[in-house]
């Protein structure tokens, strides 16, 4: 059983940024995907990003290309999401997630294929 648990959510001014955590407590045998979502109030939880197990491959939603970068320490058991040039759409609770994977460079990016979720850390961007 693994736990997620995210850390540095926060109040941010449009343009700013804001590194979010994930550290990974448990034990498994298995590889794991890490990602994030996000949920908005009134919205469904969407898709942001993803990481492979190897780090070697990333996906990220299409509103967030080019300003959120997804990482990961494996040592450390933790991924982090660089979160740059904010804007006030970017506000939501930001979930992070692990999900089992044979190999060593797949992503996902559906809900369901996340196995394990943390309680999420509140992101608030102001105009």
């Known amino acids: 059983q693994l736990q997620p648990v995210e850390s540095g959510g926060g109040l941010v001014q449009a343009g700013g940024s804001l590194r979010l955590s994930c550290a990974i407590s448990?034990?498994?045998?298995?590889?794991?995907?890490m990602g994030w979502f996000r949920q908005a109030p009134g919205k469904e939880r969407e898709f942001v990003a993803s990481?492979?197990?190897?780090?070697?491959?990333?996906l990220y939603a299409d509103s967030v290309k080019g300003r959120f970068t997804i990482s990961r320490d494996n040592a450390k058991n933790t991924n982090y999401l660089q979160l740059n040039s904010l804007k006030t759409e970017d506000t939501a609770v930001y979930y992070c997630?692990?999900?089992?994977?044979?190999?060593?460079?797949?992503?996902?990016?559906?809900?369901?294929?996340?196995?394990?979720w943390g309680q999420g850390t509140q992101v608030t961007v102001s105009s």
């Open positions: 990481i492979s197990w190897n780090g070697a491959r990333t």
């Open positions: 997630a692990a999900g089992s994977v044979e190999g060593e460079s797949y992503v996902y990016t559906q809900r369901t294929q996340f196995d394990y």
């Open positions: 448990g034990r498994t045998l298995s590889r794991q995907v």
